[in-house]
C-alpha cells in the first residue's frame, strides 16, 4: 500500500516512518564504517525495526458503517484501532532482546576493551 510522505508523519502512520529510518539505518551500519560501533547501530536500528513491525501488527487497518436504528448507512467509521496479536506480541520481544544486544554490547566495549 503506497502512502504519500505526509500521509506517514500522520499519528496513526508513525511506525512506518520509524521503519523506513530504521531499515535505512540498518543498511548503512552493514555498508559504512561509521565512527561510532558498527554492530551497536545495527543492532539498535534492528530493535527499532522489529518493535515497529510489530506494532503495524498489531494496527489493522478497519472499516465499519455506523447504521441508524433504521436500519440506514449514516458514516463509515475508518482507522487503525489497536489489536493485540500473537505476530506483534512474538515481535516486539523479540526488539527487547535486541535490546539486551544492544546494552550486552556496549557493557563489553567498555569493560574489555
Known amino acids: 500500500m503506497l502512502v504519500s510522505l505526509k500521509a506517514i508523519f500522520q499519528a496513526d502512520e ?65 482507522g487503525r484501532p489497536r489489536v493485540i496479536s500473537a505476530s506483534g506480541i512474538a515481535l516486539q520481544v523479540m526488539s527487547v532482546l535486541w535490546a539486551f544486544g544492544v546494552i550486552a554490547r556496549i557493557i563489553y566495549l567498555y569493560r574489555f576493551t
Open 14 to 78: 508513525w511506525f512506518k516512518a520509524m521503519i523506513i529510518f530504521s531499515a535505512i539505518t540498518l543498511l548503512l551500519s552493514l555498508t559504512v564504517d561509521l565512527q561510532v560501533d558498527n554492530i551497536c547501530v545495527m543492532l539498535t536500528s534492528l530493535s527499532v525495526l522489529f518493535w515497529n513491525i510489530g506494532e503495524m501488527a498489531y494496527r489493522p487497518y478497519r472499516e465499519v458503517l455506523d447504521v441508524s436504528p433504521m436500519g440506514i448507512p449514516v458514516a463509515k467509521l475508518s
